[in-house]
């Protein structure tokens, strides 16, 4: 049982990034008492977190981890995103992290001029490790676990396979400046994407919450709609194993709105189905809207439990996958509970201040 300050927001931090105890023990250990772990990013930070995570949020690849990704380490004005090397269990060895994001992540543009990929990005490697820059601004994220070598083989070869279907490569033909077809986008408006990058971002910052549902088996996410505040509804549907019913995706949501932790949302609707019996449906909805006026934009969780046959079929198609993800669940300790309940969250008294 974690007592102490430093170690409850040691836990915390791990349950939300993902982080090895280590690196959140030295993040706590650094920080001032008292300081966000999960600060918010800069401006152009932000805009470029939000257009990654559109990237990753439906993987093309089999992946153990959620979004294949191990962990995420969140500054001010950078972040740091771990993917996971293991492919336990891909049936195409092909299909490795570094040919997809080589795909989702780099800007390319067909013969009409719509841009795939992240516009204005660029990668680098510094210092052994891949960087992805957002031109003109000091915005990074840096794309931890991939090999340099390897990196560029996939730019190479994405770049020829993408080229043979009339696309352009932005980011070869104009290294240091602006594609003509990105320029729409060095701009972005007040409305749509660019008004709900807050949710995005933020998202990709706390990619370690869908662990505490159970087993995670997948999760995937995408836009659904633009909403009338201008900003748009994003979905997410994290589908997991041996899970804990309506607890579990109310903690969930709860960690999600957590004051100093969490997003600034609040429940505005939910839809459980933990009642029914195995089979009938795994779905339960949540919709979580922005508390502040000016930041529009809605999320709305999808969380769907495999349980009974379903469960039984995915165990038996892939064990080696099964295994490997099973070791990959984080149940949040009795005193997590005991914390959201001082915020007044619907989860099941440790003070506020214990761990802020």
Same mark, same amino acid.
């Given at each position: 049982?974690?007592?102490?300050?430093?170690?409850?927001?040691?836990?915390?931090?791990?349950?939300?990034?993902?982080?090895?105890?280590?690196?959140?023990?030295?993040?706590?250990?650094?920080?001032?008492?008292?300081?966000?772990?999960?600060?918010?990013?800069?401006?152009?930070?932000?805009?470029?977190?939000?257009?990654?995570?559109?990237?990753?949020?439906?993987?093309?690849?089999?992946?153990?981890?959620?979004?294949?990704?191990?962990?995420?380490?969140?500054?001010?004005?950078?972040?740091?995103?771990?993917?996971?090397?293991?492919?336990?269990?891909?049936?195409?060895?092909?299909?490795?992290?570094?040919?997809?994001?080589?795909?989702?992540?780099?800007?390319?543009?067909?013969?009409?001029?719509?841009?795939?990929?992240?516009? +204005? %990005?660029?990668?680098?490697?510094?210092?052994?490790?891949? @960087? =992805? $820059?957002?031109? #003109?601004? *000091?915005? &990074?994220?840096?794309?931890?676990?991939?090999?340099?070598?390897?990196?560029?083989?996939?730019?190479?070869?994405?770049?020829?396979?993408?080229?043979?279907?009339?696309?352009?490569?932005?980011?070869?033909?104009?290294?240091?400046?602006?594609?003509?077809?990105?320029?729409?986008?060095?701009?972005?408006?007040?409305? +749509? %994407?660019?008004?709900?990058?807050?949710?995005?971002?933020? @998202? =990709? $910052?706390?990619? #370690?919450? *869908?662990? &505490?549902?159970?087993?995670?088996?997948?999760?995937?996410?995408?836009?659904?709609?633009?909403?009338?505040?201008?900003?748009?509804?994003?979905?997410?549907?994290?589908?997991?194993?041996?899970?804990?019913?309506?607890?579990?995706?109310?903690?969930?949501?709860?960690?999600?709105?957590?004051?100093?932790?969490?997003?600034?949302?609040?429940?505005?609707?939910?839809?459980?189905?933990?009642? =029914?019996?195995?089979?009938?449906?795994?779905?339960?909805?949540?919709?979580?809207?922005?508390?502040?006026?000016?930041?529009?934009?809605?999320?709305?969780?999808?969380?769907?439990?495999?349980?009974?046959?379903?469960?039984?079929?995915?165990?038996?198609?892939?064990?080696?996958?099964?295994?490997?993800?099973?070791?990959?669940?984080?149940?949040?300790?009795?005193?997590?509970?005991?914390?959201?309940?001082?915020?007044?969250?619907?989860?099941?008294?440790?003070?506020?201040?214990?761990?802020?």
């Amino acid at each position: 049982m974690k007592t102490t300050v430093i170690e409850r927001r040691t836990e915390l931090l791990r349950l939300y990034t993902g982080l090895p105890w280590k690196k959140a023990l030295l993040r706590v250990e650094t920080a001032d008492p008292g300081s966000l772990l999960i600060p918010q990013p800069s401006a152009d930070q932000l805009l470029l977190e939000s257009r990654v995570m559109a990237a990753l949020a439906w993987r093309q690849i089999a992946t153990v981890h959620p979004w294949g990704i191990k962990y995420v380490d969140p500054r001010p004005d950078r972040l740091a995103i771990e993917f996971e090397t293991d492919v336990v269990g891909r049936r195409d060895p092909q299909e490795t992290q570094a040919r997809d994001l080589a795909e989702v992540l780099l800007p390319r543009a067909d013969e009409y001029g719509e841009i795939t990929g992240v516009p +204005g %990005a660029r990668t680098h490697v510094e210092n052994g490790q891949v @960087l =992805l $820059r957002l031109l #003109g601004t *000091t915005a &990074s994220v840096t794309l931890v676990g991939l090999d340099p070598a390897e990196w560029q083989k996939a730019v190479d070869d994405q770049d020829h396979e993408m080229s043979t279907y009339g696309m352009t490569p932005c980011h070869r033909d104009r290294p240091d400046r602006w594609h003509p077809a990105e320029r729409p986008f060095r701009r972005p408006s007040s409305r +749509g %994407a660019a008004a709900s990058a807050w949710l995005t971002s933020g @998202l =990709l $910052r706390r990619a #370690g919450l *869908t662990r &505490s549902l159970g087993v995670p088996l997948a999760v995937t996410g995408w836009l659904n709609c633009r909403e009338r505040e201008g900003g748009e509804r994003w979905i997410i549907d994290p589908t997991f194993a041996e899970g804990r019913g309506a607890t579990g995706h109310r903690r969930l949501t709860a960690l999600l709105a957590a004051p100093a932790w969490g997003l600034p949302v609040t429940v505005a609707d939910e839809y459980c189905n933990c009642h =029914l019996p195995a089979g009938y449906t795994d779905q339960c909805t949540t919709t979580l809207g922005a508390v502040r006026a000016d930041q529009p934009g809605v999320l709305e969780v999808r969380t769907i439990q495999r349980r009974g046959d379903r469960l039984q079929r995915i165990q038996q198609d892939n064990p080696a996958l099964y295994a490997a993800q099973q070791q990959l669940a984080f149940p949040p300790p009795a005193w997590v509970d005991r914390w959201l309940a001082s915020w007044g969250s619907t989860t099941s008294g440790v003070p506020a201040d214990a761990v802020t």
